[in-house]
């Protein structure tokens, strides 16, 4: 299996970005969805995730400012990103976690806010 994501940037503070990721290869089935983040000095967070029928978690940092979306029939996830913050700046991970269990990364995209 492999996660494709897109969508990283450079963008100034009060902005909007929407990440994608994209999974392909040999998938049974797509359970969870999420977006993690790490900023440089820190670790990994979650940032949201959102299972298969829909239901989404957010970490509270980005609650009211990120909404998570999924297409189950192009095996895709999106984050997108509104009123940005330089403290928001960090590689942004994709991860699925698929039946019989298995999770996979992706390859990381990085979102700078420049203030």
């Known amino acids: 299996v492999q996660l494709q994501a897109s969508g990283g940037g450079l963008v100034q503070a009060g902005g909007s970005l929407r990440l994608s990721c994209a999974a392909s290869?040999?998938?049974?089935?797509?359970?969870?969805m999420g977006w993690y983040r790490q900023a440089p000095g820190k670790q990994r967070e979650l940032v949201a995730s959102i299972t298969r029928g829909g239901r989404t978690n957010y970490a509270d940092s980005v609650k009211g400012r990120g909404t998570i979306s999924r297409d189950n029939s192009k095996n895709t996830v999106y984050l997108q990103m509104n009123s940005l913050k330089p403290e928001d700046t960090a590689v942004y991970y994709c991860?699925?976690?698929?039946?019989?269990?298995?999770?996979?990364w992706g390859q990381g995209t990085l979102v700078t806010v420049s203030s």
């Open positions: 991860n699925v976690d698929t039946t019989p269990g298995y999770e996979y």
């Open positions: 290869g040999s998938i049974f089935r797509i359970n969870v």
